[in-house]
């Protein structure tokens, strides 16, 4: 492609408003119209379009990408990016990188998403590429498949740099199941934060006052979520946050571990919430401590499972609505890809799911929780004798009042027997 032929992007002064991509879309295809470049015609590489036009590799990128989904382009693998003869245009498919490592669409967790993911991509005749050698893949493995974009499912919070990395290669990009504070990362998430503060804000507001947290996988961003949701209703219900009532691991917490630190609580919390692996584990122990659920403890656990509805007791759940974060997750991707959407981060609300294993703590401990924790005045708490009582205080004095007098007068009858002697 002669360089004497390209149009400069000074030399172009239309719609300067618009977003360089959209921008540098309008150079290229006045370009074609002009006839500068003609069908067939190779393109300069995106490091030659940078140096040339001195705009980032994202922004060309972009550009490029959108244009070959219009079908106005065509990459070749190993050989360029070229100019689509219009017989040609209008029949370019979309491809998508959906990376699942370690997880499996088998799984109770991720099952519902890849449920959704798989409608959407049905319902759009979309080309699935299923990424299962690591969590994120490298810049270079996306660029050879020629995907048109990566739809990720829940990466860790230690996978920031990597997924900002791949961005810099100008492909689209949406975590699925990240909260991230990081603006420019598409995401689509559920309200871990505010689900957990439902969950609590129920256990306080019907009398619980010592709650226990139970969950692993730290790195997480859903977990995080979900401790300063717990900690933060904590000090906003008034209650007691007391660390030795929060067991948290990065790695899963084997039931050894769980059952050492249960029968090391004192006192006991009256209410768990737990995440789902150790749902199950939690009641085979108060069963075998001959602990009633929901009488002597309540549970609520972080995630739905179809066994949590047929179990006994039923268990409480903070469901997430993780079939439609499938669907929404790659609709968003595939809007990216059309221009549709600038990767704003969204959020789906979760659900309070109240069955069997929740109810008020016993009323004995309710009052001594009131008690410790000054919630009624310490004199109104004291409990006055009853009659019998009473009546049993008064006549041991009054035994100890003649026991007294018993004693004086011996002693009086000793020393006139003394004298007389």
Same mark, same amino acid.
């Given at each position: 492609?002669?360089?004497?032929?390209?149009?400069?992007?000074?030399?172009?002064?239309?719609?300067?408003?618009?977003?360089?991509?959209?921008?540098?879309?309008?150079?290229?295809?006045?370009?074609?119209?002009?006839?500068?470049?003609?069908?067939?015609?190779?393109?300069?590489?995106?490091?030659?379009?940078?140096?040339?036009?001195?705009?980032?590799?994202?922004?060309?990128?972009?550009?490029?990408?959108?244009?070959?989904?219009?079908?106005?382009?065509?990459?070749?693998?190993?050989?360029?990016?070229?100019?689509?003869?219009?017989?040609?245009?209008?029949?370019?498919?979309?491809?998508?990188?959906?990376?699942?490592?370690?997880?499996?669409?088998?799984?109770?967790?991720?099952?519902?998403?890849?449920?959704?993911?798989?409608?959407?991509?049905?319902?759009?005749?979309?080309?699935?590429?299923?990424?299962?050698?690591?969590?994120?893949?490298?810049?270079?493995?996306?660029?050879?498949?020629?995907?048109?974009?990566?739809?990720?499912?829940?990466?860790?919070?230690?996978?920031?740099?990597?997924?900002?990395?791949?961005?810099?290669?100008?492909?689209?990009?949406?975590?699925?199941?990240?909260? +991230?504070? !990081?603006? @420019?990362?598409? /995401?689509?998430?559920?309200? &871990?934060?505010?689900?957990?503060?439902?969950?609590? #804000?129920?256990?306080?507001?019907?009398?619980?006052?010592?709650?226990?947290?139970?969950?692993?996988?730290?790195?997480?961003?859903?977990?995080?979520?979900?401790?300063?949701?717990?900690?933060?209703?904590?000090?906003?219900?008034?209650?007691?946050?007391?660390?030795?009532?929060?067991?948290?691991?990065?790695?899963?917490?084997?039931?050894?571990?769980?059952?050492?630190?249960?029968?090391?609580?004192?006192?006991?919390?009256?209410?768990?919430?737990?995440?789902?692996?150790?749902?199950?584990?939690?009641?085979?122990?108060?069963?075998?401590?001959?602990?009633?659920?929901?009488?002597?403890? +309540?549970? !609520?656990? @972080?995630?739905? /499972?179809?066994?949590?509805? &047929?179990?006994?007791?039923?268990?409480?759940?903070? #469901?997430?609505?993780?079939?439609?974060?499938?669907?929404?997750?790659?609709?968003?991707?595939?809007?990216?890809?059309?221009?549709?959407?600038?990767?704003?981060?969204?959020?789906?609300?979760?659900?309070?799911?109240?069955?069997?294993?929740?109810?008020?703590?016993?009323?004995?401990?309710?009052?001594?929780?009131?008690?410790?924790?000054?919630?009624?005045?310490?004199?109104?708490?004291?409990?006055?004798?009853?009659?019998?009582?009473?009546?049993?205080?008064?006549?041991?004095?009054?035994?100890?009042?003649?026991?007294?007098?018993?004693?004086?007068?011996?002693?009086?009858?000793?020393?006139?027997?003394?004298?007389?002697?």
């Amino acid at each position: 492609m002669p360089d004497d032929n390209l149009i400069k992007p000074e030399d172009f002064k239309e719609d300067l408003s618009l977003p360089r991509y959209k921008r540098l879309k309008q150079f290229m295809l006045e370009q074609i119209r002009c006839g500068a470049l003609k069908p067939g015609d190779r393109i300069a590489t995106e490091v030659e379009l940078c140096k040339k036009y001195r705009w980032s590799r994202l922004t060309i990128s972009r550009a490029l990408n959108e244009l070959e989904l219009e079908g106005v382009l065509t990459r070749i693998q190993g050989s360029g990016t070229y100019v689509t003869n219009p017989a040609e245009q209008g029949t370019k498919s979309i491809n998508i990188m959906v990376c699942d490592a370690p997880l499996s669409p088998e799984s109770e967790y991720s099952g519902p998403i890849f449920h959704g993911i798989r409608d959407v991509a049905a319902e759009n005749r979309l080309d699935v590429i299923y990424h299962k050698q690591t969590r994120i893949p490298e810049p270079e493995a996306v660029i050879e498949t020629g995907v048109n974009g990566v739809l990720l499912h829940a990466p860790d919070m230690d996978d920031l740099p990597a997924i900002l990395k791949l961005q810099e290669a100008g492909k689209p990009v949406v975590a699925m199941a990240m909260h +991230s504070r !990081i603006k @420019t990362i598409a /995401s689509v998430s559920t309200e &871990n934060y505010e689900g957990m503060k439902h969950a609590v #804000r129920h256990l306080a507001g019907i009398g619980h006052r010592r709650i226990a947290l139970v969950t692993h996988g730290l790195t997480s961003s859903d977990v995080q979520e979900r401790i300063l949701g717990f900690q933060n209703e904590a000090l906003e219900s008034g209650i007691e946050l007391n660390p030795a009532w929060m067991l948290l691991s990065n790695q899963p917490i084997t039931n050894k571990v769980f059952e050492s630190w249960f029968d090391g609580l004192d006192p006991r919390p009256t209410a768990f919430v737990v995440c789902m692996s150790l749902a199950f584990p939690l009641l085979h122990l108060a069963w075998s401590r001959q602990l009633k659920v929901p009488k002597d403890l +309540s549970i !609520i656990v @972080t995630d739905e /499972s179809h066994l949590f509805s &047929n179990c006994s007791p039923t268990l409480s759940v903070i #469901r997430q609505p993780l079939y439609e974060m499938g669907r929404r997750g790659l609709m968003k991707l595939l809007e990216m890809i059309r221009g549709k959407d600038h990767g704003e981060a969204e959020s789906l609300a979760m659900e309070l799911i109240l069955r069997d294993s929740v109810a008020p703590p016993i009323k004995s401990d309710v009052a001594t929780i009131a008690e410790n924790h000054h919630e009624v005045p310490h004199q109104q708490t004291r409990m006055e004798p009853s009659n019998k009582l009473k009546e049993f205080q008064d006549k041991r004095q009054l035994f100890r009042r003649s026991l007294l007098k018993s004693e004086n007068g011996l002693g009086s009858l000793k020393n006139k027997v003394e004298n007389l002697k």
